[in-house]
């Protein structure tokens, strides 16, 4: 069984990538200014992006792409510019939501997708 990748699964790594970094920066301003349900929209948005990712591709691939875009973006958003501006602030939303999505983004990549081996649904004859 090949398993190289082609064209089209590249692109659809490449979309789920930038998926992940769309759903970090939404998740980053959600979780900030509607606090507990913000901050479980934001995490829920997160694993279904990781989550829906592994599904559609098939492989834990599918889930670390849009994991990686959602690190970075929120890695990024993190880092304090010269002005001292930033996005995130020090307080336990932030925090939940940094390490609440590595959780789920580590779960959802790890957790192997239930594969049914090759042959009918029937139970095998006795």
């Known amino acids: 069984m090949g398993a190289g990748l082609?064209?089209?699964?590249?692109?659809?790594?490449a979309?789920?990538?930038?998926?992940?970094?769309l759903v970090g920066?939404?998740?980053?301003?959600?979780?900030?200014?509607?606090?507990?349900g913000g901050l479980l929209?934001?995490?829920?948005g997160a694993a279904g992006a990781f989550l829906g990712?592994?599904?559609?591709?098939g492989t834990r691939g599918g889930a670390v792409a849009p994991a990686v875009g959602w690190a970075v973006a929120v890695i990024?958003?993190?880092a304090s510019r010269p002005e001292g501006d930033f996005l995130f602030g020090a307080g336990t939303g932030s925090y939940l939501f940094l390490l609440g999505g590595m959780?789920?983004?580590?779960?959802c990549a790890t957790l192997g997708l239930s594969r049914q081996p090759p042959?009918?649904?029937a139970r095998l004859a006795k």
Do not use: K
Not at 15 to 21: R, Y
Not at 41 to 44: D, G, T
Not at 103 to 107: D, L, Q, S
């Open 6 to 13: 082609d064209a089209g699964h590249v692109a659809v790594l």
């Open 15 to 21: 979309g789920l990538l930038v998926l992940g970094v």
């Open 25 to 36: 920066v939404a998740g980053s301003l959600v979780q900030g200014g509607l606090f507990p």
């Open 41 to 44: 929209l934001a995490l829920l």
């Open 53 to 57: 990712g592994a599904r559609a591709t």
């Open 76 to 78: 990024l958003l993190t």
């Open 103 to 107: 959780a789920i983004a580590v779960m």
């Open 119 to 121: 042959g009918p649904a």
